[in-house]
């Protein structure tokens, strides 16, 4: 049995917490054995406060921040040792009640799967070291990117699990949510296509996105819906790169049990579709 540490920042509703518990133990409950025995969980009565607090920890930690960070509906950690999710009370009551459960589903599924320090530390593929070396991208777009193919893994991971365990509804509705493409997003593609370079680091962080939903493609009942999702979701880039994104994403179906090597394999891939084949970086050849 997993014991549940709560702390919270700021006003929030008992109820809140009394649910927030009740969703996550019968999460961990279906989930069956796993290497997890404690989670902490910080609800926060404002994102913004989430944010801040986040970013805190890592800077405390000498932990570089992403420049691709989103704003969630709850997110995990595991930097101090002991696997933690964090909630955002302001966005959490404001969204459809299927989403918030599914985000919590989607936490814990983490903590469960990825609730050490080996999953947020991964080394870099030589084929990337090579392509360093070579000049060919420059180790802080490699950097880049092995953070989001790590993401874009665990999360695929997450989700098939989930989907295993009988998690599909919310599942579809947490996803569902997270694909519809935001203004942010639109505003920062008509920065990115400026810049090959750019346009790699979009399409990953999109990329990370759908992978988080593939599971859902072998669904019998949501599977064409979700496909219809994932597809609308890339109708404002150029039918060339939303193609090889999709052709990209095939690539997590052959995912094993071992995220570091899905994360090599993913990425793999990346550099084959993308930079190699879709010519999407700024190198001498390119130009």
Known sequence: MIRIVVRRFGDIKE??????????????????????????????????????FMNYEKRKLGIETSAFEESFLAVHDAWQGTPRIMVAYDKMIHVPKLVGIGALRHEAAHTALHGSLEY????????????????VISRQVIR???????????DYEVTRLLC????????VAY???YLKPSE?????????????TAILLFLVSALKTACCAAPLLKDERYG???????TGSLNFLPPELSARLLKTLEAASKFGGNTHENVDRFMKEII?????KGKCLDTEENR
Not at 26 to 48: A, M, Q, W
Not at 272 to 276: A, G, R, T, Y
């Open 144 to 154: 880049d990117l092995v953070y989001l193919a790590s993401i874009a893994v665990k």
């Open 15 to 52: 109820r809140f917490v009394e649910k927030v518990l009740e969703i996550l133990n019968d999460c961990y409950n279906r989930l069956g054995t796993h290497p997890v025995d404690i989670v902490e969980v910080y609800i926060f009565e404002k994102s913004s406060s989430m944010n801040a």
């Open 120 to 135: 947020y530390s991964f080394s870099t593929p030589m084929f990337l070291i090579e392509l360093g070396r070579n000049r």
């Open 164 to 171: 295993e365990k009988g998690y599909v509804i919310d599942q």
């Open 184 to 196: 942010e997003e639109l505003e920062a593609w008509k920065l990115a296509e400026k810049n090959k």
């Open 224 to 230: 064409e819906e979700i496909l219809k999702t994932v």
């Open 272 to 276: 084959d579709e993308l930079v190699i």
């Open 175 to 177: 996803n569902e949510y």
